[in-house]
């Protein structure tokens, strides 16, 4: 495993056919995401109409992966009821569904008898694993690259059972 971890920009443009990501946290604390979440704990929601105000670099860099022909896939398991932080999250999502990313929910009681990994990740056509490791209290605790074969095929048969099993974003309601 490798701790000298491209930018994610990097990663996503050296793609050619798929990038997943396969979340299974019920809360983040990454500091980019600490403004936002307080904004939408006080009540702003993005509005759909006005994509100027919503638009972002990641959005851009999604949008310019997917009109490249590759196809970005991203599951959420979540516990049901879900946390306050992944209501916030699926509020948000529709932004990422315009930038061209599909995007499904597995309640966590439906993925009890999948074999997963230990920690949330992004696979790269099917060959390169970006780990995102995080501190028990949410924050990064940094990226870890593998192409190891194994973790590969453990990443890539995980995240097609949970797609499998899983909500579409637009027929997800929140409990």
């Known amino acids: 495993m490798s701790s000298n971890v491209p930018i994610f920009p990097e990663l996503l443009a050296r793609c050619t056919r798929t990038a997943v990501h396969l979340e299974m946290r019920d809360a983040y604390a990454v500091d980019y995401e600490a403004g936002p979440f307080a904004d939408w704990r006080a009540g702003f929601r993005h509005d759909p109409d006005d994509r100027a105000s919503w638009w972002r670099p990641w959005l851009d860099l999604i949008t310019e992966t997917v009109d490249r022909g590759v196809e970005v896939r991203r599951a959420r398991i979540v516990s049901e009821p879900v946390s306050e932080y992944i209501h916030y999250e699926h509020s948000g999502t ?3 569904i315009a930038a061209g990313e ?3 929910w597995l309640p966590r009681r439906q993925a009890s008898d999948l074999a997963l990994p230990g920690n949330d990740y992004w696979l790269f056509d099917g060959q390169l694993v970006k780990w995102n490791h995080f501190a028990g209290d949410g924050s990064s605790q940094g990226p870890e690259l593998t192409e190891d074969p ?3 095929k453990l990443c890539a048969d995980a995240f097609e059972a949970v797609w499998e099993r899983a909500v579409p974003h637009d027929q997800y309601k929140i409990r």
Request: zero cysteines; hydrophobic letters at 55%.
């Open 94 to 96: 529709f932004t990422n």
């Open 150 to 152: 194994a973790a590969v």
């Open 102 to 104: 599909q995007v499904r």
